[in-house]
């Protein structure tokens, strides 16, 4: 996997927080997303932010078919009106150890932030926890850069001072060049599939 | 756990006390000399003359004849006084519902005041070195020349150094409330 370390990496533990540019089917993000989730610690929790997709499908992404017993996991389903399906049917498949908290970013970022710190504090107090945010683009088209960029940085700090581990999943074919180099600072690793081959390195 | 050793760097912000009860701006004033540096205003004009960038927290009375809370955030949005602003009041209020960050019931217990004030202290310091950050970094992303990429990743991280210093201060839902709360960012 082809990584673009930010500054002054030099450690070899996995970075606190990973920027996943994946263009418009990318046939990898998916595999990436899972390993990124499950990379550490096979048994971890997870705390999956969604914008567009269902929760459903983003618990798709989190469950492990190799191991059948996983940490527990929430979802953070953010109401952006513009879901074509309703998302209360996922709730009916939902996996025990699965809880959705449902947010509106009408009030803006505030209130997403807020569900967000909520189960980050209830996840990392019972272990590690690694995050998936679906997606920068998402809330990038909701919001401006300004706001998405300053709740990204309160989101990187707290996930580094849970000593949790996170990924953002950003399509870079619908941004200009400068918007991501603008938020690339708040990462510590950027993985590129337009670049990389996964296999490699 | 208000006079700690971490408190002596809050002896520069600056707070203004203005309540419509020249007397309780006076004592309000007295308590807060203490930890910081204090602008009392006694009217309208006053409070909004002495409402300038170097604010960090307003305590403001929404009754202060003539000084209308609308005054006030119009005046934070339009000259880049970003502070956090406590309204003076007689009973609870929804902060929801309100253009206030936090509510001071009156008489407010010393240490309670000192308390907000500091907690105020950090949200104010947290979100405009946030604002910085992000300037930093925008600039950053538009600038070709090599040198001043470098200098501004200089900045970048001392800054980073300096937000982490702050955010220590506050608890995540805090944080995220006192880095995106927005009056209004269009006009």
New interface residues.
Partial sequence: MSTRPD?DDESTEMPSNVLLLAPSLSGQEQDVCHQLLHGSDADANGLLVTCLESPRDRLAAWTDHDHAETGEVAVVDVDMSARSTAAADAVTSLPANATIESVSTEE???DL??AI??Q??RLTATGETAVCLHSVSDLLQHG????V???L??LT??VA?TDAVAHYHMNPDVHD???I???E??FDSIVDLRTASVSSE | MVRSASNSGLSSVVVLVADRDPSVTDELATVLRGHFTVRSAYDSADALASLDPEVSVALVDPDIPGLSVHHVIKRVQTDAVDCQIAALTDERIDLDASAFDEYLVKPVAPEHLTATVERLSKRALYRTT??E??QI??D???TDDPERRAEL?RR??ELDDR??DA?GGL???D???A????LD?DS
């Fill in positions: 500054a803006g970022l505030v932030g807020e710190d909520r980050l504090t401006d850069e300004r706001g960029f300053k709740f940085t309160v700090n707290s001072r060049a400068e918007t180099e603008t938020l600072v708040l | 946030l604002e950050y992000y970094a925008s950053r992303a538009t990743e970048l991280s937000l982490g955010m608890d995540g839902a944080a995220y409330d880095a995106l709360r927005q960012v």
